[in-house]
T-cell receptor
């Protein structure tokens, strides 16, 4: 079946503009994660959704970052008033269930964000 | 929270040699340790994982070992091939966490 998809694949924006990144998880996966990967860095956790529970937003770096997940499926990560340090690849992942411990996370291809 | 350290950051080997990547973690409650491989320009993919009730797990040319007392785990790749060239990430978690804590990655280069 289809894997995790993300759009757009690339986004170039001017500093100060808002951007929206979209993630379509694998059908039936209840858990959805957003990560940020900067050049030469690991995978930085941003936010986690599990079913109808309140999301874990503990990884969001500032209040300019927000995310929502509608209908338990598609998720949108929004970055307001983008800064140059926001430039990175934003990866989405989904898994059958949450907890992070026993279920493989399937990653999407990522959105490369460049803030000029 | 959990903190995962990964070494080395880069590793160059000749085809056919073995490669070892090591990770340490800080939270003794962690009980799940996956390894992801990310080829250039591609998404990370799970290659092997280990849970705290076992000390070693093997899958063909790759193996992972876990030492819970010392809080470290390692990835071993034998008979390396050029297609093993990629960035490898270790991670740690336990069922009470929301998600995985990743190491910063190791770039493995296998020369023919």
């Amino acid at each position: 079946g289809a894997g995790v998809s993300q759009s757009p694949s690339n986004k170039v924006t001017e500093k100060g503009k808002d951007v929206e990144l979209r993630c379509d998880p694998i059908s039936g996966h209840t858990a959805l994660y957003w990560y940020r990967q900067s050049l030469g860095q690991g995978l930085e956790f941003l936010i986690y959704f599990q079913g109808n529970s309140a999301p874990d937003k503990s990884g969001l770096p500032s209040d300019r970052f927000s995310a929502e997940r509608t209908g338990g499926s598609v998720s949108t990560l929004t970055i307001q008033r983008t800064q140059q340090e926001d430039s990175a690849v934003y990866l989405c992942a989904s898994s059958l269930a949450g907890g992070g411990s026993n279920y493989e996370q399937y990653f999407g291809p990522g959105t490369r964000l460049t803030v000029t | 929270g959990e903190n995962v350290e990964q070494h080395p950051s880069t590793l160059s080997v000749q085809e056919g040699d073995s490669a070892v990547i090591k990770c340490t973690y800080s939270d003794s409650a962690s009980n799940y340790f996956p390894w992801y491989k990310q080829e250039l320009g591609k998404r990370p993919q799970l290659i092997i994982d280990i849970r705290s009730n076992v000390g070693e797990k093997k899958d063909q040319r790759i193996a992972v070992t876990l030492n819970k007392t010392a809080k470290h785990f390692s990835l071993h790749i034998t008979e390396t091939q050029p297609e093993d060239s990629a960035v490898y990430f270790c991670a740690a978690s336990y069922s009470g966490y929301s998600t995985l804590t990743f190491g910063k990655g190791t770039m493995l280069l296998v020369s023919p």
